[in-house]
């Protein structure tokens, strides 16, 4: 049986698996290729995770962000391209979402005069942007929207065979 950590700044892997009150060797049983010594020294950060680790911790602990977090803060091209993903309540991502689509309801058409001739003018690019702006709130709001689908499935809380 292994000893409980005393340790203060847990990363994201460490807490995962203790969320499931794996050991480290338990998980290692559990995840099948990844050992406990490896376990360790990615939850110390002596070592960073591979992607299929992220991905098999991921599906073992029942926890879905890992994934999100991975590509977010330690994958070079991820923390270029991918946005970090907050896990939150059903109903802000609900709320964030229809605040957003009622700014783009009357943004609209204003998108569609600056976009009609396939340019973006100078005079244009002020308003162009907001919109970018907004969109990309919807953006993260319906990745928001899977992430909360993807744990709540994990969780076992939503059949999976109905998605």
């Known amino acids: 049986m292994g000893r409980k950590s005393t340790k203060e700044n847990k990363n994201i892997y460490q807490t995962s698996r203790e969320s499931m009150e794996y050991t480290r060797d338990a998980a290692a049983e559990k995840l099948g290729f990844i050992s406990a010594d490896r376990i360790e020294k990615i939850e110390n950060e002596k070592s960073l995770p591979h992607p299929e680790e992220v991905l098999a911790m991921a599906d073992c602990y029942k926890n879905p962000a ?12 991820g923390i270029e391209y991918v946005p970090e993903i907050k896990v939150k309540d059903l109903s802000q991502i609900t709320l964030e979402m229809l605040a957003t689509l009622n700014k783009l309801t009357h943004e609209k058409e204003r998108l569609i005069e600056i976009t009609v001739d396939g340019e973006l003018s100078e005079d244009e690019l002020p308003d162009f942007l907001k919109i970018k702006d907004q969109l990309e709130k919807m953006a993260l709001a ?22």
């Open 142 to 163: 319906i990745d928001s929207l899977n992430l909360w689908v993807d744990q709540t499935i994990a969780s076992g809380k939503l059949d999976k065979s109905k998605f």
């Open 66 to 77: 890992l994934c999100n977090y991975f590509c977010s803060h330690e994958c070079p091209i």
